[in-house]
């Protein structure tokens, strides 16, 4: 059984910085594609980054240079580094588990973190 945990979010100005941990209980985590997907007020959920078993992340154009996304294998974790934070980045932040099994895909998600930025 899959569980994701985020924390991390908050209330910061624009211009500020936060840091989103993500950790993982279950034994498929380092051998799964790790994201960070968003959804703001009245918007689909899109995928904010991600990062591979073998470390070759990808990001959402409107977050390039500004946010950093990690992980941890040692401690089932994952981080999004969020720096230069702008009003639009306000959004509820969720982590996902990709789980590719016999050519199908398993997501699991977490509950959400909530990050404003203030203008």
């Known amino acids: 059984q899959v569980q994701l945990v985020e924390s991390g979010g908050g209330l910061v100005q624009a211009g500020g910085s936060l840091r989103l941990p993500c950790a993982a209980t279950?034994?498929?985590?380092?051998?799964?594609?790790m994201g960070w997907y968003r959804q703001a007020p009245g918007n689909e959920r899109e995928l904010a980054s991600s990062?591979?078993?073998?470390?070759?992340?990808n990001y959402v154009n409107s977050v390039k240079g500004r946010f950093t996304i990690s992980r941890d294998n040692a401690k089932n974790t994952v981080y999004l580094e969020m720096n230069s934070l702008k009003p639009e980045d306000t959004a509820v932040y969720y982590c996902?588990?990709?789980?590719?099994?016999?050519?199908?895909?398993?997501?699991?998600w977490g509950q959400g973190t909530q990050v404003i930025v203030s203008s």
């Open positions: 990062i591979t078993t073998r470390g070759i992340t």
């Open positions: 996902n588990l990709r789980h590719n099994l016999f050519g199908r895909e398993y997501d699991y």
């Open positions: 279950g034994s498929i985590f380092t051998i799964s594609t």
